[in-house]
Nanobody, 120 residues
């Protein structure tokens, strides 16, 4: 089974930067899609950024120009570089991966989440 290990969360001041990492481990045939979501108390888990296909990326409007999603295929790791952070960015950030396992079944897995707190 594929598992995701997230890291990089923490406390940062408004205007600061933070980089989140999501490492994929386990057995799989191919990763189809990787993305980042976030959830704050009392709210739904929403899309932040995602690789949709052919290297094309998509971002929610509130983070455009400030966040950048990237990946290192050799390390099976995705990243979310967050800059010019705002208090409203405070949330638990989750990595999500859609993949094909060794038996050619399409599956989805979530990371445990990493907390990002933006505060003075």
């Amino acid at each position: 089974q594929v598992q995701l290990v997230e890291s990089g969360g923490g406390l940062v001041q408004p205007g600061g930067s933070l980089r989140l990492s999501c490492a994929v481990s386990g057995r799989f045939f191919r990763i189809n899609r990787m993305g980042w979501y976030r959830q704050s108390p009392g709210k739904e888990r929403d899309l932040v950024a995602v690789f949709i296909s052919g290297g094309v990326t998509e971002y929610t409007d509130s983070v455009k120009g400030r966040f950048t999603i990237s990946k290192d295929n050799a390390k099976n790791t995705a990243y979310l570089q967050m800059s010019s952070l705002k208090p409203e960015d405070t949330a638990i950030y989750y990595c999500n991966v859609d993949y094909i396992n060794q038996y050619f079944t399409d599956l989805e897995v979530w990371g445990e989440g990493t907390l990002v707190t933006v505060s003075s």
